[in-house]
């Protein structure tokens, strides 16, 4: 993997997680449900890029959708894909 292609990833999946995002703040559930939870594999990679992310400070896409009142099965659906999310802290607790 060349630099440009890795700059191009880390890109590419913060862009995602923009997109991402977005949504939870339009409070779109069904098309975050549609994009975000159609595959656990990805959802889990997402959730374990953000957390990893020093930028989000601490924070996953839980800890986002809690701040805007989603449908509790939205939040139930992300804990069964990736129950690490009850584990971290963002920088509000």
């Known amino acids: 993997m060349t630099p ?5 990833t880390v ?16 409070q779109d559930w069904v ?9 656990p594999e990805t959802f889990e990679v997402i959730s374990e890029s953000i957390a990893s992310c020093e930028e989000f400070s601490g924070m996953t896409l839980l800890h986002a959708c809690a701040r805007y ?21 963002d920088c509000l607790g």
């Open 69 to 89: 009142n989603p449908p509790i099965e939205l939040l139930d659906r992300m804990i069964r894909i990736y129950p690490r999310a009850l584990q971290q802290e």
């Open 11 to 26: 890109d590419d999946v913060m862009n995602y997680i923009a997109f991402l995002l977005g949504l939870i703040e339009a």
């Open 4 to 8: 440009h292609s890795s700059n191009s």
């Open 31 to 39: 098309k975050l449900e549609d994009i975000a939870l159609s595959s």
